[in-house]
Structure formats: C-alpha cells, structure tokens
C-alpha cells in the first residue's frame, strides 16, 4: 500500500495554494485530488499509480483503476470527498459514531 499526497509538499502564492506534484502535459500542479491511496502486492508498482492519479484525474484514474485486477484505490478530492475503485470496501464512523460503508462514490 502507498499514498500519495500533495498535503506535505506545496507552497502558497497570493493566497493560492500549489502543490509539488506537476501534470507534465501542462508543466502546472495537479489539482482537484489530495491524496491517492494504493493497494497492491507490488510497492514500486503502488508508488507510480499513486502519483499518476494526480495527472489522470480521479474519474479517468478511477476508471483505470477498476481495469487491473487486484488492484485497489482510496482517493480523498480537494473538497475532502472520498471515492474508492469497485472492489474497495470502506467502513467508518461518522460524527455520531455509527458505522457506515461507502463503496466506490
């Protein structure tokens, strides 16, 4: 498993916040996912789709995802929604301590 995060590594400029993972096809930062989480047997494997999420998006990342098998994925967008690939099952506890489930959002 391996995370990715623009959490830890950015700047701000004039009040705009600009992280430290760059989308190569326009030389400016990523933005729209804070963190991509990987699960996967291989850890060099995890690290590179971790961070190629960033670039793809989470829509064409979460789609690419979904096609390799025993491969999964956690990603957290900038305005803190979670959305996980399909066979991703997560269960937590929301603010009145009940247990729900979310499953690919």
Not at 7 to 15: A, L, M, N, T
């Amino acid at each position: 498993m391996v995370t990715s995060g623009n959490y830890e590594k950015y700047f701000i400029y004039e009040g705009k916040r600009y992280a430290h993972i760059i989308d190569p096809r326009t030389g400016y930062p990523t933005t729209g996912i804070k963190s991509a989480t990987i699960i996967c047997p291989n850890a060099e494997l995890a690290d590179a789709l971790a961070t190629s999420m960033f670039v793809m998006g989470k829509d064409e990342g979460i789609a690419m995802i979904n096609q390799l098998k025993g491969i999964e994925c956690l990603i957290i967008t900038d305005d803190d929604n979670i959305i996980t690939s399909n066979h991703l099952n997560l269960n937590y506890f929301d603010d009145d301590n009940t247990e729900q489930n979310r499953i690919n959002n």
